[in-house]
């Protein structure tokens, strides 16, 4: 009888040990080597760091002491401490809390700064929690040294409708096949691109081909994206879905819309079409404050719709357009783009094909806010032709390199001059059906 008793008492002491354990791992701090549910993530252990706009799995593990959980009971409860990141769960909208029947969970980094994932284990049978697991990181801003690159880097889009994109290192003269996506711009850092996919949606990915993500739906057409300085905006030319003003059978202007990268969400910054009102060319400011436009206003007359351009710009969050200078009334500019500085914009102006001849066709350039004209700095170096295509500056802007078909030439060829005109060199030699996407170099 005895031996029973202390048996009994043994048996009693032991569930009671477990209970207490149990409770205390339940209580101590989630994710800590003494709590009974672990969240882990191999992307971001063991440095405890999430790129920008990168996604990691996290994986949670129970440690259930008394086997008193069954596997399709269990429920976990997704939380961020400090909302900086997105869960991306399968087949589900996107959110900042979730409820899965999963024990892995995708998450994006959305805003730099320290972040906790918090999961909370639910036994739904019996309506109790099995415990709360955390993981704490930092979302780390981009990286001033790109994955892909490592020097000058020059991005051309080739063939009709530039189904295959190029690069040619600009210290080597190497070309070499990029991809098959049409890349429009190339992030400061040169760890992200930006471009069209063949549905006319915006995308954006890393410089190796991964995280691919769109950022419109492909219902409105799109085109021209082009990064924000710090990389975390898409500005874009977007049809309005407004019937044009004009003509209700003619096809609507385009508006100038960005989309932020984290969440997707696009906000129209203009309300041109209207007024009969559109742009071509857009540049952004160095520091993110100010956008200029090669503008448009349409009229009707006689032999069709009459075009007034002009080069205006705006606050990059959208306001009031400034008329900076006139350019004519047929497609003035091939290319338009910042000094590294913020200094100057570079124009490719055909001045001399307007019906009121502004001076010779080729490289202008024109202070943001000084009020004074375009001051022309490389005349068309191919007058019969169109004035120099995509112009960028490059080594640090004491370099300008652009498109251009020389005189006496069947091909065009890709050159350079210093940032005042001079000292031209011929860089590569391209194809007709060639042009200038971007170029990108080390900080």
């Not at 309005?240 to 385009?254: C, G, Q, T, W």
């Not at 906000?267 to 952004?284: G, R, W």
Request: some cysteine.
């Amino acid at each position: 009888m005895n031996d029973n008793r202390t048996i009994r008492r043994s048996a009693l002491f032991l569930f009671v040990a477990v209970t207490t354990l149990l409770v205390l791992a339940a209580c101590s701090p989630g994710g800590s080597s003494n709590s009974n549910v672990q969240v882990t993530s191999a992307t971001v252990e063991p440095q405890g760091k999430l790129s920008l706009h990168a996604t990691a799995t996290f994986q949670v593990a129970i440690k259930d002491l008394t086997g008193l959980h069954r596997a399709e009971d269990i429920e976990y409860h997704w939380s961020l401490d400090e909302e900086r990141g997105t869960y991306l769960p399968d087949g589900a909208d996107e959110a900042t809390e979730v409820v899965t029947a999963s024990s892995s969970l995708r998450l994006r980094g959305d805003r730099a700064g320290s972040e906790v994932v918090r999961v909370t284990v639910v036994d739904t049978s019996t309506d109790t929690t099995v415990g709360v697991g955390t993981l704490a990181f930092e979302i780390t801003s981009p990286s001033s040294t790109s994955s892909c690159f490592k020097s000058p880097t020059l991005f051309i889009r080739h063939g009709q409708p530039f189904d295959v994109m190029d690069t040619i290192d600009l210290e080597t003269g190497k070309r070499s096949m990029y991809g098959y996506h049409h890349v429009s711009d190339v992030s400061d850092d040169g760890n992200w691109v930006t471009g069209i996919a063949e549905s006319s949606q915006v995308y954006v990915q890393r410089c190796d081909g991964t995280g691919f993500k769109t950022l419109t739906d492909g219902t409105l057409h799109v085109d021209s994206p082009a990064f924000s300085p710090d990389g975390q905006l898409v500005y874009f030319r977007q049809r309005s879905p407004n019937e044009n003003p004009l003509d209700p059978i003619a096809v609507p202007y385009m508006e100038l819309a960005v989309a932020n990268v984290a969440t997707g969400v696009t906000t129209v910054l203009t309300d041109l079409n209207a007024k009969a009102e559109s742009l071509q060319h857009f540049a952004i400011s160095p520091d993110g404050e100010m956008i200029v436009l090669e503008h448009y206003k349409a009229s009707k007359g006689s032999g069709g719709f009459v075009y007034e351009y002009d080069l205006v710009s705006m606050p990059a969050g959208g306001g009031p357009l400034h008329t900076m200078t006139q350019l004519g009334n047929y497609i003035p500019l091939y290319g338009i783009t910042f000094s590294p500085d913020g200094s100057d914009i570079l124009l490719s102006w055909a001045a001399d094909k307007q019906a009121e001849e502004f001076g010779e066709a080729g490289l202008y350039r024109i202070h943001p806010t000084a009020g004074s004209g375009p001051q022309l700095i490389l005349a068309d170096l191919s007058p019969v032709s169109n004035p120099p295509r995509n112009p960028r500056y490059y080594a640090g802007g004491t370099r300008i390199i652009f498109k251009e078909l020389l005189p006496g030439e069947l091909e065009p060829v890709i050159v350079s001059v210093d940032a005042n005109g001079g000292d031209f060199q011929r860089m590569v030699d391209v194809g007709k059906l060639d042009n200038i996407a971007d170029v990108w170099e080390p900080n």
